[in-house]
């Protein structure tokens, strides 16, 4: 790891990360973006051909990594015959022309099925996450084990922050799988490890989470949409989604009680809007009031909404329900390993490692800072990766206040808590120069 770049990757050890001037941590960003392109054009494939393309040789200034960020499409890019047809050796192909390391040299001969893909792949170090959209199509992201400790630890430095820092003396209630190659239930393992104390840790299931079950059900979701579902597709997705909703249910209803139980003491809890809901029910039940938890509890809700029928006020029942406790709230997304937390006055800070950039809507220009506030597209460069480039430009829409100081108090710029996603669900997400880079991996693959 070059010097600068793992100088600002370690600010985040020191009480003021998050207090960090622009002026002093733009220009080391510059210089370690610099560095670090210089070594990952020669690594990965995919990075190289777009380099040569836009013409991009050096980085001088933070407008010529714009045409060299990957859109998230990219991690998605592969003919989905690769895993339809079982052809394993070529998704390991397309994998490594957007990876540092060769995923081609681990033998996936004998491999079945997606799941054992991505373990096969995992036993020789290569951690891929995946993610399932609409369509049932799979992203795949390659990270090492180095990621993974980065990513750690910066967990175990931001989570809680400004109020509290993990010390691995609580009770945590993480109401997802213990495992399973998915950004959330990473999260939540390392949740638990920066929070919980020996023998206090409870996950929702040790079921792992299974991509190519998540895959499958997107995709028949995707066809009953498109009016293209058979009765037999239909009649065994609702079959299989009410035999899950049944075994998870009765795996939630087993942790309420002790969640419950534990109300008076200081814990760590994350879960789904739709499952807190439920536990609302259960102290009801039990005679329960509004307000009861410990004040210092951390407590996350989230996600979850689509297909599930909930009550107007959920979220403020929510609230009402856990009073004045300590909210678990972070900015960040599948393809960034580093979280933004959110401070005192509902601004999310970038932590040094993380070079925050923004763009126009179509994701071809760098915005400049002509005010105080201004919108755009966010895009980054996460500094953290070791396994791949760690370019991408999201589909967030994003007001960045450029202000010297955050209303808090801390310096540097901050993300408005007003994201918002530019295409609504069902649409397709246009974005410019970074959306033809399809062409290039097929390009940088073998023949």
């Known amino acids: 790891m070059t010097p600068i770049r793992r100088q600002l990757l370690d600010l985040i050890l020191q009480p003021d990360a998050y207090d960090q001037p622009a002026a002093q941590i733009r220009p080391l960003q510059l210089e370690a973006a610099r560095e670090l392109f ?5 690594q990965i494939p995919v990075l ?22 990957f859109s998230h499409t990219v991690y998605k890019s592969y003919p989905a015959a690769f895993v ?158 009410l035999e899950q909703g049944r075994r998870m249910g009765l795996a939630l209803q087993g942790l309420v009680d002790r969640i ?62 856990y009073g004045k406790v300590i909210r678990g709230t972070a900015y960040g997304m599948t393809e960034q390993a580093q979280v933004m937390p959110r401070c005192e006055a509902m601004r999310y800070h970038c932590p040094p490692g993380l070079i925050m950039l923004l763009l126009d809507r179509p994701g071809e220009t760098l915005v400049e800072a002509t005010s105080a506030v201004v919108e755009g597209r966010y895009a980054f460069l996460d500094l953290l990766y070791d396994g791949r480039w760690g370019g991408l430009i999201s589909g967030d829409k994003v007001s960045v206040d450029f202000a010297e100081r955050c209303p808090c108090g801390r310096r540097g710029p901050t993300i408005l808590d007003t994201i918002v996603r530019y295409a609504q669900t069902g649409e397709d997400d246009h974005i410019g120069c970074a959306g033809t880079i399809d062409a290039y991996v097929r390009g940088a693959m073998p023949a």
Not at 131 to 155: E, P
Not at 200 to 210: G, I, Q, R
Not at 283 to 290: F, H, P, S, V
């Open 38 to 42: 210089a070594q990952r054009r020669e």
């Open 48 to 69: 190289r051909r777009r380099a040569e393309e836009s013409g991009v040789t050096q980085i001088r200034s933070f407008a010529d990594l714009v045409p060299l960020l």
């Open 260 to 321: 419950l139980a534990a109300r008076h003491e200081p814990i760590v809890l994350s879960g789904l809007w739709a499952q807190h809901l439920a536990i609302i029910r259960r102290a009801r039940e039990l005679g329960i009031q509004d307000g009861e938890f410990h004040p210092q509890s951390y407590i996350s809700a989230g996600g979850g909404i689509k297909g599930v029928t909930l009550p107007p006020d959920y979220k403020e029942q929510v609230d009402r329900f």
């Open 84 to 241: 339809e047809q079982g052809r394993w050796n070529r998704l390991s192909q397309w994998l490594k022309t957007l990876s540092v390391e060769d995923p081609t040299t681990v033998d996936v001969s004998g491999v079945t099925n997606v799941d054992e893909w991505i373990a096969t792949l995992g036993s020789a170090g290569h951690l891929i996450l995946a993610t399932s959209g609409s369509s049932g199509k799979c992203s795949f992201l390659n990270a090492t084990r180095s990621d993974f400790d980065l990513k750690t630890r910066h967990f175990a430095h931001t989570l809680g922050w400004p109020r509290l820092k993990p010390n691995r003396d609580r009770a945590v209630f993480q109401l997802s799988p213990s495992s399973g190659p998915n950004s959330a239930v990473e999260a939540a393992r390392i949740g638990a490890a920066v929070w919980g104390r020996p023998g206090a840790t409870h996950f929702l299931t040790d079921e792992p989470l299974k991509i190519s079950e998540v895959s499958a059900m997107a995709a028949i979701r995707k066809r009953m949409a498109e009016g293209l579902a058979t009765p037999g597709d239909i009649a065994q997705f609702e079959s299989k989604s």
